[in-house]
């Protein structure tokens, strides 16, 4: 038996009384605070639309810009390999392409150009990698003279071009035979987007439901000398609430994870604001 003076005091008790409290509330905290988060992120996806999460094939619209700002601009890698802003984007289309076909084989491809004031559809929908990276090889850089870019005449390219799938109510749970999604490379830090939102077309695809835009925002280091926060919030009228949009500057490392973020399915990824892409385990 203890003797007395080996009895904790009152004080001792309460001491460690107080200490019991503060950790059991502490963990009631963090409980409260791990379901505030998940009922938010449970509330925000239910505010997405009722589609069938399935990996249907995916028609991908590859929209390069192929204009050049700075010719000393150069992405470097860890071995000193040095690419210009072209070259990288042509490296990084390269695993895009490869990537998505080893996914979904029916996953197909088309390419359009945003050239200095003009577009070109370079390649129609095809399932063949072989034959758009061709394509792509074959790409040259040209200078840009224009302070602005209308992207109305990509919308009119789409128009002649691209059949999207209609979106029924009554048949919400049924797969489309495919999605459409365009991915934009953008790569001008000088030439500002114009977004038409008056344009009837672009108020079309913004209510189509198996209709994606995804954009890629490339620019130059220094934003100071170059107009990249304006073409990035202009770009960021593409988006309709559920497209992924990413900027980097001349970062190799960067761009390649960009890249590799935007191999998702489009019916199948959560809204950008809710992605998570650490391997953290939590406890």
Request: with cysteine; net charge negative.
């Amino acid at each position: 038996m203890d003797s007395p003076e080996e009895l904790p005091s009152s004080s001792v008790l309460h001491h460690e009384q107080v200490s019991k409290g503060k950790e059991d509330r502490i963990v009631i905290e963090k409980m409260s605070e791990d379901f505030k988060t998940l009922q938010d992120e449970v509330i925000t996806n239910f505010q997405k639309p009722n589609v069938p999460n399935v990996n249907v094939p995916e028609r991908v619209i590859i929209c390069v810009d192929v204009c050049l700002d700075n010719n000393s601009s150069l992405y470097r890698l860890g071995d000193g390999t040095t690419f210009t802003p072209i070259n990288m984007f042509k490296r990084i289309l390269d695993f895009f392409l490869h990537s998505k076909t080893a996914i979904n084989k029916k996953t197909e491809f088309a390419l359009l150009l945003l050239k200095d004031t003009q577009i070109c559809w370079a390649q129609d929908f095809t399932n063949n990698v072989k034959d758009i990276i061709n394509v792509i090889d074959f790409i040259n850089t040209e200078e840009s003279t224009s302070d602005s870019f209308d992207f109305n005449k990509v919308f009119e390219v789409l128009k002649e071009n691209v059949e999207i799938p209609e979106y029924k109510q009554s048949d919400c749970m049924l797969p489309p035979q495919y999605v459409v999604r365009m991915i934009v490379l953008y790569g001008r830090s000088i030439t500002v987007p114009i977004i038409p939102q008056d344009d009837p077309y672009f108020n079309f695809l913004r209510k189509q439901l198996y209709f994606y835009v995804d954009i890629l925002f490339a620019h130059e280091d220094d934003c100071t000398l170059y107009k990249c926060e304006e073409i990035y919030d202009a770009l960021q009228d593409l988006d309709n609430g559920y497209s992924y949009v990413f900027e980097v500057s001349r970062n190799a490392t960067k761009i390649h994870d960009c890249i590799a973020k935007l191999l998702a399915h489009p019916l199948q990824r959560v809204l950008q604001k809710n992605t998570d892409y650490t391997f953290a385990i939590r406890t």
